[in-house]
C-alpha cells in the first residue's frame, strides 16, 4: 500500500474509531460504519440492523441502497462515528448556515 493511498485512508476515516469485533454487537441504528475487507477500504453507512454474530445491515442514506457487512469475514476492519457524533455535526453545519444566511458569516473569495 502506497504513502498516498494510506494518507487517503487517514483521511476517509476521519471522525471515526476502531471497532474490536467483539464490541461490533454494540452497533445501534444510524450508526455510521466504514470498513475493509482484504485491506481495501469501503464506504461504509449507516447501520440499518445489527444481526450479530452473522452480519449488519448497512444502508446508504442518500439512495437508500442496503446491503450486508459479513461479521465472518477473517479480514474485517470496521470503524465507527456514533449516532450522537453525527447528530451533533448536522446540528454544528445548520448553525453555520443559518449565521451565513443571515450575512454575520461571509464566505470568503
Known amino acids: 500500500m502506497s504513502t498516498t493511498d494510506k494518507e487517503t485512508i487517514k483521511k476517509k476515516l476521519e471522525g471515526y474509531s476502531p471497532v474490536r ?3 461490533l454487537c454494540s ?3 444510524g450508526d455510521r ?3 475493509m475487507v482484504n485491506n ?9 440492523a445489527n ?3 452473522d452480519y449488519i445491515v448497512l444502508l446508504n442514506v442518500m439512495n437508500k441502497a442496503s446491503w450486508c457487512m459479513q461479521l465472518k469475514e ?3 476492519k470496521v470503524w465507527c462515528k456514533p449516532l450522537e457524533r453525527v447528530a451533533k455535526e448536522k446540528e454544528d453545519a445548520a448553525r453555520v448556515y443559518a449565521l451565513y444566511k443571515e450575512g454575520k458569516l461571509v464566505k470568503k473569495k
Open 21 to 23: 469485533p467483539s464490541d
Open 27 to 29: 452497533l445501534k441504528p
Open 33 to 35: 460504519v466504514r470498513y
Open 40 to 48: 481495501e477500504l469501503r464506504g461504509g453507512g449507516a447501520v440499518k
Open 51 to 53: 444481526r450479530w454474530p
Open 74 to 76: 477473517p479480514t474485517l
